[in-house]
Nanobody, 119 residues
Framework: QLQLVESGGGLVQPGGSLRLSCAAS????????IGWFRQAPGKEREGVAC????????NYADSVKGRFTISRDNAKNTVYLQMNSLKPEDTAVYYC????????????WGQGTQVTVSS
């Protein structure tokens, strides 16, 4: 079965950190750009970050620049999202998606992992 599985979410206090993982099953991630997205209750899905197939091109949403870092380890078939200096407004379900390139549409996506930032 071809799928992406996110992990690493949880409850964290403002100013804290989390690292999310996006692992592929049934296919190799190195054939795809990988994007992280989030959706908070009552809000539209927001693109957070995207990394090209070999990591040469990375882009971030303005809301997370300087706080979040996307990276990939193709040998482990995994993409990461390191989130630092978390704010309550970062609370959302975070998803990863595989695309031919960052500007293309999703081909595969996961079920998401909940991130809650609260004191």
């Amino acid at each position: 079965q071809l799928q992406l599985v996110e992990s690493g979410g949880g409850l964290v206090q403002p100013g804290g950190s989390l690292r999310l993982s996006c692992a592929a099953s049934g296919f190799t991630l190195d054939a795809y750009a990988i994007g992280w997205f989030r959706q908070a209750p009552g809000k539209e899905r927001e693109g957070v970050a995207c990394i090209s197939r070999v990591g040469g091109s990375i882009n971030y949403a303005d809301s997370v620049k300087g706080r979040f870092t996307i990276s990939r380890d193709n040998a482990k078939n995994t993409v990461y999202l390191q989130m630092n200096s978390l704010k309550p407004e970062d609370t959302a379900v975070y998803y990863c998606a595989a695309r031919p390139r960052c500007s293309a549409r999703d081909v595969y996506w996961g079920q998401g992992t909940q991130v809650t930032v609260s004191s």
